[in-house]
T-cell receptor, first 112, second 119 residues
Framework: DAGITQSPRHKVTETGTPVTLRCHQT?????MYWYRQDPGHGLRLIHY???????DKGEVSDGYSVSRSKTEDFLLTLESATSSQTSVYFC???????????FGQGTRLTVV | AQTVTQSQPEMSVQEAETVTLSCTYD???????LFWYKQPPSRQMILVIR??????QNATENRFSVNFQKAAKSFSLKISDSQLGDAAMYFC????????????????FGQGTILTVHP
């Protein structure tokens, strides 16, 4: 157990509503990531963080924002959810250069 | 940018037999890491095996081994003595070397291969 928790695990929301997904870790890992998984695309990087308040965009960042105000929490926000953001979202954590990433259990988000 | 391609959307194997999953990648870098992840129906992402590009020896983890061909940019996974518990989605992934401190450990994934194991 790498001490990583995603919440919620499942969510159904309406188009146009804001949604925030939370990734919480308990072991002071420096790096945190948000990926989305879609059929035919594998996992794609949305945003990542390399420290408190240090974040950057990934491959599919449009429509998403993130915040990391403390080491243990990395929040992913969909400001106005769209149906194209229906997906499974994974958070991952990593301690230092060269170490492996550990993934959370994923959040299934459905936008109707 | 790096790309990873898994050309087999689905594969199947009989229990106790051997199966090979294919992965190719494109990169201009010389130092990098390659991974195979397993995703069972529980959705958990499980690291199966990793390969450092600077190592010529193919990585092995129990029944799992890889065939790493750097010049061909090929990285296949062989599962020997397949078991019912091996049934899952398998992802190939690429990560740049971290030595320069600029890659931040970002992973690039292939599309995935669904492996079915028949009893």
């Amino acid at each position: 157990d790498a001490g990583i928790t995603q919440s919620p695990r499942h969510k159904v929301t309406e188009t146009g509503t804001p949604v925030t997904l939370r990734c919480h870790q308990t072991e002071n890992h420096r790096y945190m990531y948000w990926y989305r998984q879609d059929p035919g695309h594998g996992l794609r990087l949305i945003h990542y963080s390399y420290g408190v308040k240090d974040t950057d965009k990934g491959e599919v960042s449009d429509g998403y924002s993130v915040s990391r105000s403390k080491t243990e929490d990395f929040l992913l926000t969909l400001e106005s959810a769209t149906s194209s953001q229906t997906s499974v979202y994974f958070c991952a954590i990593r301690s230092f250069e060269g170490s492996e990433a550990f993934f959370g259990q994923g959040t299934r988000l459905t936008v109707v | 940018a790096q790309t990873v391609t898994q050309s087999q959307p689905e594969m199947s194997v009989q229990e106790a037999e051997t199966v090979t999953l294919s992965c190719t990648y494109d990169t201009s870098e010389s130092d990098y890491y390659l991974f195979w992840y397993k995703q069972p129906p529980s959705r958990q992402m499980i690291l199966v095996i990793r390969q450092e590009a600077y190592k010529q020896q193919n990585a092995t983890e129990n029944r799992f081994s890889v065939n790493f061909q750097k010049a061909a940019k090929s990285f296949s996974l062989k599962i020997s003595d397949s078991q019912l518990g091996d049934a899952a989605m398998y992802f190939c992934a690429y990560r740049s070397d971290d030595a320069g401190g600029t890659s931040y450990g970002k992973l690039t994934f292939g599309q995935g291969t669904i492996l079915t194991v028949h009893p």
